[in-house]
T-cell receptor, first 110, second 112 residues
Framework: GQQLNQSPQSMFIQEGEDVSMNCTSS?????WLWYKQDPGEGPVLLIA?????ELTSNGRLTAQFGITRKDSFLNISASIPSDVGIYFC??????????FGPGTRLSVLP | DSGVTQTPKHLITATGQRVTLRCSPRSGDLSVYWYQQSLDQGLQFLIQ???????AKGNILERFSAQQFPDLHSELNLSSLELGDSALYFC???????????FGPGTRLTVL
């Protein structure tokens, strides 16, 4: 079936730093979603992207739908301790159900 | 608060037992999805229902079954439980199959 890759798998950053992570697929996707999951909680939808090249912001978060439609990027600016968690990307390859990536685990050091 | 509710929040049971997890979708959402998340793992898609009918199946074991009722709430039944079934079980809902999914808070199942 369809698979998504997320990189990095995990990252440790200093508070105040900017963060970049990405999600790639071998197939073309029509929609990209980014979620954040706090420990023991359900994933929360951060940003939804619907068009190739689309750039969307939500506060300090910015996500982009890659031009090739095979990738998406999430950036977090000026990280704070509450940014800690697992970030999942999800996409649907046209007519099929959403596929979730394995996640990027973010740790923020004070 | 996503608007998706799940009960119970925690469940502790013994091997061989059967449990039922319940999910109420957001108001207006017709589609319900079930996911399993083992410790430090990603989300494993189990099954999807749309307006009462099974729409898609993922890696769901034969010991597991689900249904969606006329009021659109859904139940996930897990039987002959094994230690490896211990996990977080999430329900998500969406307006339609290709719409954004909104997740509930999850049910943490511990099998002893």
């Amino acid at each position: 079936g369809q698979q998504l890759n997320q990189s990095p798998q995990s990252m440790f950053i200093q508070e105040g730093e900017d963060v970049s992570m990405n999600c790639t697929s071998s197939s073309i996707f029509n929609t990209w979603l980014w979620y954040k999951q706090d420990p023991g909680e359900g994933p929360v939808l951060l940003i939804a992207l619907y068009k190739a090249g689309e750039l969307t912001s939500n506060g300090r978060l910015t996500a982009q739908f890659g031009i090739t439609r095979k990738d998406s990027f999430l950036n977090i600016s000026a990280s704070i301790p509450s940014d800690v968690g697992i970030y999942f990307c999800a996409g649907h390859p046209g007519g099929q159900n959403f596929v979730f990536g394995p996640g990027t685990r973010l740790s923020v050091l004070p | 608060d996503s608007g998706v509710t799940q009960t119970p929040k925690h469940l502790i049971t013994a091997t061989g037992q059967r449990v039922t997890l319940r999910c109420s979708p957001r108001s207006g959402d017709l589609s319900v999805y079930w996911y399993q998340q083992s410790l430090d793992q990603g989300l494993q898609f189990l099954i999807q229902y749309y307006n009462g009918e099974e729409r898609a199946k993922g890696n769901i074991l034969e010991r597991f079954s689900a249904q969606q009722f006329p009021d659109l709430h859904s139940e996930l039944n897990l039987s002959s439980l094994e230690l490896g079934d211990s996990a977080l079980y999430f329900c998500a809902s969406s307006v339609a199959t290709l719409s954004e999914q909104f997740f509930g808070p999850g049910t943490r199942l511990t099998v002893l």
